[in-house]
């Protein structure tokens, strides 16, 4: 029997298995295409303050009453917009449906412009929980085959809850944006809530910190326990937990249960600790924040630096800022409280204007490199001083990273006249 092929298409000749194939396929370039129009518009909504302009709160609740979209996934595909801007290959892999959405979201979080070829080399044709693996432990600008750091890896939650207890959920959201900061991000919000939970020290005089964490003598990492569990984690957090903590001593496994135990000491002395919460009215000291409800104690030198426990030199800090301060996110100038000034890694005035979303993110990764190099944090935010207003808007991770070393090892004289 012959088919007419002026009545028949190309695709309607073809068995039906390869018809649905081609369909999906077409599907996905379309998908691809949307996803990437999806991430302009965005970005578009942004800069234009659509919602204002329509009596509407939040970017967030706009984007929600338009495409559906939860304010969580809204903040995803626009912090994927904006870097895929500076990757054209990885977007127009996502345009046409050559990478999904999912594994582009994960490749933006380690690619740069240096090494957008090999992460799309390295990750092709895997799927999305195999790039998941490829990408966890490893920073914006290093490469696929750079060893990866197990403390950088991310852990996975996920609930499945009745209607009532995510009502309860988002209240909790929006009383801890108001308390503590609007813009803090779902992991931070997780934290607080534990932290709340965990209750924290009903005496000023003791630390609120009150997890615990083993500390290795040879190597220096840190463990925090988890429920039975440990779990590494960043050289920060033990850092902030050395500002503000108890310490139960060192354990001795060969010494007969209750022989050489020593009584818990406090980091900073109760007294001390009470006069700087009294002075600072209990409240975090960075400007324009308002939290309370679980404050740390700061020191204006760090203590590896030889930081003492003068209260002139101490001051208030929330959890969230406490932690940004040691991930380099927020920059502390000045030895006493008399003369504290806040900066954004950027830095800008604290609370002054909105900073570069680009700019913080690049300059905390270069501070976060250099620590975690051995470098001392007056060594490393000296660097950065000088590294931002010496390199100019398109610098990249690695030449602002290279830039901050040569500071960091020279000194400031050995490294003037210097460029990137």
Known sequence: MMMDSSATTDTEQKPRWMQVDAWGRTLAKRRGAINVETGEWLIAVRSEQVHRHLGLGTLFEYVEKVLGLEPHA?????????????????????????????????????????????????????????????????????????????????????????????????????????????HLSEEQVLAEMARRVLGGPCDEGRAPYQVALTVCEDCGRAFQDGRGEQVEVEPEVLERAECDAQNIGKLDSSSPVGRDRKRATQTIPPAV???????????????????????????????????????????????????????????????????????????????????????????????????????????????????????????????????????????PRGAKGQAA
């Open 74 to 182: 809204a903040a995803e595909r626009l912090r994927v917009a904006e870097i895929i801007e500076g990757l054209p290959e990885l977007r127009e892999a996502l345009r046409t449906g050559e990478r999904s959405w999912s594994v582009a979201r994960e490749l933006t979080r380690v690619a740069v412009a240096e090494t957008e070829r090999e992460w799309l080399e390295a990750t092709e044709g895997k799927s999305v929980r195999e790039v998941e693996k490829i990408v966890s432990g490893r920073r914006p600008g290093q490469r696929p085959s750079d060893p990866s750091d197990p403390r950088l890896r991310r852990k996975v939650l996920r609930f499945e809850v009745t209607g009532e207890t995510y009502a309860l959920f988002r209240e909790a959201v929006r009383v801890l944006h108001r308390e503590v900061d609007p």
């Open 273 to 411: 600790r009470r006069l700087v919460l009294r002075r600072d009215h209990g409240r975090c000291k960075v400007p324009g924040c308002a939290s309370s409800s679980w404050v740390e104690i700061h020191h204006a030198r760090p203590r590896s630096e030889g930081g003492d426990h003068d209260p002139s030199r101490l001051f208030t800090a929330c959890s969230t800022h406490h932690a940004q301060i040691h991930e380099g996110l927020l920059l502390v100038e000045g030895d006493s409280v008399a003369d504290l000034r806040f900066r954004h890694a950027d830095g800008t005035e604290y609370g002054k204007r909105p900073p570069s979303g680009e700019d913080v993110a690049l300059l905390a990764s270069v501070f976060s490199a250099l620590r975690h190099m051995g470098f001392r944090e007056t060594e490393a935010k000296r660097a950065l001083a000088e590294v931002r207003s010496r390199v100019g808007r398109e610098a990249t991770l690695e030449e602002v990273l290279r830039l901050a070393l040569r500071v960091a090892t020279d000194g």
